[in-house]
Nanobody, 114 residues
Framework: VQLQASGGGLVQPGGSLRLSCRASRSIPFNGAIGWYRQASGNRSESVAMITSGGSTDYADSVKGRFTISSDDAKNTVYLQMNSLKSDDTAVYLC?????????WGQGTLVTVSS
């Protein structure tokens, strides 16, 4: 599985960004696709995910601000990030998991700064 992430950049606090992750295949049965982020100081967390059944889950730190969605026809998942804070600064990595394995794409850097 190949995953290509894009959409990162520099944004001011309170601003918005949309990340995209295009996969080489659809979400596998009983699998999921989502976003993980790695920030400085070894702060890492799973940000958001969407399952093959369409269920979503979010980290408490982003609930109400971030929205994950998928375009199955394009094998693409999006992360709409609103009301960004400096604490959201991180490298965001796209991942896909099936019943047996976890696949990672490259990261895209999001910097929230004035």
């Amino acid at each position: 599985v190949q995953l290509q992430a894009s959409g990162g950049g520099l944004v001011q606090p309170g601003g918005s960004l949309r990340l995209s992750c295009r996969a080489s295949r659809s979400i596998p049965f009983n699998g999921a696709i989502g976003w993980y982020r790695q920030a400085s100081g070894n702060r890492s967390e799973s940000v958001a995910m969407i399952t093959s059944g369409g269920s979503t889950d979010y980290a408490d730190s982003v609930k109400g601000r971030f929205t994950i969605s998928s375009d199955d026809a394009k094998n693409t998942v999006y992360l709409q990030m609103n009301s960004l804070k400096s604490d959201d600064t991180a490298v965001y990595l796209c991942y896909m998991r099936d019943e047996f394995k976890l696949y990672w794409g490259q990261g895209t850097l999001v910097t929230v700064s004035s």
